[in-house]
């Protein structure tokens, strides 16, 4: 019978990355309500050395399968090692992150393995022995418990929502091998072009600092950089400044853009379209910078200061350098 | 070239949407319905490769008989032909019944590309497009936001975290389209006209061989979380304002 709870850890460039270590403390906790075992997949080439950090965050086993097929990441070579993974252990939960990657991958796998999943979860529990899983539908404007029947039960988690908890177990490695079908491999990563801003993407960012059709344009941003610069933070924007090509599509939060989790998000002259909460209403902490007192964003935010922001921002700025000083 | 989008029908994004007092799902009295935006992207760009290097588009489609407006609205942009797979033991269907049905159904047709949107606006599942592929032996291509066609060969721009990759794949294939692709088009009035003319098919899950036994329910569905009211920062000008709030995330949100 299935049985445990395995994740598939997430690593690029031959580190492992935030998501893995949340995925694996959600899978533990799941895993002692059940009495089980956390096992972890970990892929790649040359990554057996960073499997065993898994075990930290309460992960018994892991599985390293290594292939030079695997670097980069491809849907074909993954989905087919995975699947094969798992038929063999037979999880009884079988966890994702909704990361880029992780979006790929685990969609792929619910046809593989013909089951079901829950994704982009932003709670993970157990209920007479079964996972149930919560997750924003209607970009957010309700939430949904799913049940799947097919096994392994299947869910894909939000970046940033789960807390990764050290939690030491035996991280036993243990290497498999998967014998890939290469007729079977039809796509090619021809190039990877990375951002040569360096800046933490959207979607991992622990703070963002967004700025909308109040920023007046494209130089608005200029004074939002500063404090992202102070705070560590990644600047997002509303759909607004982005139709109006002040900032890249990449960089728009919401229904048709990023959905974020940060642990602090300012919004600034944004006004809090329904369509742009449906990206950040899941932030811990929100500070919205708005001139109207009756702009919607101020229904979310957990701080607000009502003014014009081109006074505030840089006061901000100041305050807190001074503070991390 | 055999292009199939396919196409979801989405409450408006403006749609309020209530919870049905028993946790059983959507009020969905009174909803505006429109083309999920992403599928937009698709029809737009299978639109686009039909017009560079000729062929047909066919839209697919699962759901009641509401839909049929949103795939006449993408014949009115200029696709071909429509395919409503309508059958009450779908309405609800998950994403792997969804995309079992859309599969047989395509299976059916020539197909060099088939394009999906990368998630539809109302379940926001994602799912559909790489299981459709899985189902039908296909590579995928997913989130991507550029897509060249040569030959039997196709490489797409597909945004990652902090990067962008250029990804090849042969055809056929699945695509799911992304902002940034493109800008869709919006129907014209003889495009309207004519769209009245189109081939429409219609079939059930019993004559597509699926089954809609379903992998995956939603049991309760619930309002999201509230959260707390927000306090609105008092202060002489922006600058005790923003002292104010730099504190407060320093000390009691512990955010900074
Ligand atoms: C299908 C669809 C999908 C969409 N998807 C998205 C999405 O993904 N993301 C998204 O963001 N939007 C999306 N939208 C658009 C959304 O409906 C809003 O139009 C948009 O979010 C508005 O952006 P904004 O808040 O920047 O601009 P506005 O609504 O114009 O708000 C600007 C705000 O700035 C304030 N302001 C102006 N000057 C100052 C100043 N000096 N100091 C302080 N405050 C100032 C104003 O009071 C106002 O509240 C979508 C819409 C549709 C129809
Ligand atoms: N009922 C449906 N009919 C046609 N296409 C669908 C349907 N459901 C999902 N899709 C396609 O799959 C994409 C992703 O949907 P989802 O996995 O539900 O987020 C959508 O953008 C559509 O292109």
């Known amino acids: ?158 970046p940033n929502v789960f807390a990764a908890v050290e939690n030491a177990k035996a991280g036993a490695v243990e290497k498999v091998d998967v014998a890939l079908d290469a007729a079977k491999l039809k796509t090619k990563v021809l190039e990877v072009q990375k951002d040569s801003s360096g800046k933490v993407d959207l979607t991992e960012a622990n703070i963002i600092v967004s700025g909308g059709r109040g920023m007046k344009g494209p130089e608005g941003y200029g004074i939002l950089e500063e404090l992202a610069a102070v705070l560590g933070a990644t600047v997002g924007a509303s759909r607004a400044a982005v139709d109006a090509g002040w900032r890249p599509v990449t960089d728009q939060v919401g229904q048709t853009g990023k959905t974020v989790s940060p642990n602090l998000y300012v919004a600034c002259g944004i006004s809090g379209a329904l369509q742009h909460m449906a990206g950040m209403s899941s932030s811990k902490y929100i500070v919205a910078i708005n001139k109207d007192s009756e702009a919607p964003i101020f229904t979310k935010a957990d701080y607000g200061v009502v003014d014009d922001l081109f006074a505030v921002v840089p006061e901000l700025t100041k305050e807190c350098k001074k503070l991390l000083a | 070239m055999n292009i199939v989008a396919c196409v979801k029908q989405v409450p408006d994004t403006e749609a309020q949407i209530r919870v049905k007092p028993d946790g059983s799902g959507i009020d969905d009295s009174g909803i505006k319905w429109v083309m999920n935006p ?45 395919i409503q797979i309508d059958d009450p033991a779908l309405n609800s269907a998950d994403a792997y019944t969804t995309a079992a049905a859309l599969a047989a159904a395509i299976k059916g047709i020539p197909h060099d590309v088939i394009f999906c949107g990368q998630r539809a606006i109302d379940d926001d599942s994602g799912q559909v497009g790489s299981i459709l592929a899985e189902l039908l032996d296909l590579p995928q291509l997913t989130i991507v936001t550029k897509v060249d066609i040569e030959g039997t060969t196709v490489k797409v721009v597909k945004p990652i975290e902090g990067a962008q990759l250029l990804i090849e794949s042969s055809l056929p294939c699945v695509i799911t389209a992304q902002k940034g692709l493109n800008e869709p088009r919006y129907a014209s009035l003889p495009g309207v006209m004519k769209a009245k003319k189109k081939p429409l098919d219609v079939k059930n899950a019993a004559a597509l061989g699926v089954s809609t036994e379903g992998k995956a329910k939603v049991a309760k569905t619930t309002a999201p979380p509230s959260r707390p009211p ?7 000008d922006a600058a005790a304002k923003a002292a104010q709030v730099a504190k407060l995330l320093r000390e009691e949100a512990k955010v900074i």
């Open chain 2, 230 to 236: 927000g306090k609105i920062i008092d202060g002489a």
């Open chain 2, 38 to 82: 992403y599928d937009e992207y698709g029809v737009e760009e299978a639109l686009k490769l039909k017009e560079k290097f000729g062929g047909d588009v066919t839209i697919v489609s699962v759901g009641p008989a509401r839909v049929v407006e949103t795939i006449r609205t993408a014949l009115a942009m200029g696709a071909d032909k429509g």
């Open chain 1, 1 to 158: 019978m299935a049985k445990g709870v395995m994740i598939v850890a997430e690593q690029r460039d031959g580190a492992l990355r935030k998501i893995s270590f949340e995925l694996a403390s959600a899978a533990r906790k799941l895993a002692d309500e059940l009495g089980d075992e956390v096992s972890a997949v970990v892929l790649g080439s040359g990554v057996e050395g960073i499997a065993g950090q898994l075990g930290k965050y309460g992960v018994d086993k892991v599985y390293v399968a290594d292939n030079a097929a695997f670097e980069p990441y491809t849907t074909d070579a993954y989905a087919q090692a995975i699947t094969k993974i798992v038929k063999e252990k037979d999880p009884a939960i079988l966890l994702l992150g909704a990361s880029v990657l992780g979006k790929d991958l685990s969609s792929r796998l619910v046809g593989s393995l013909a089951t079901g999943m829950a994704s982009d979860c932003t709670d993970v529990k157990i209920a007479d022995g079964k996972l149930v899983a919560v997750r924003p539908m209607y970009a957010g404007k309700c939430y949904g418990e799913v049940v799947v029947a097919g096994s392994p039960q299947m869910a894909s988690l939000r």
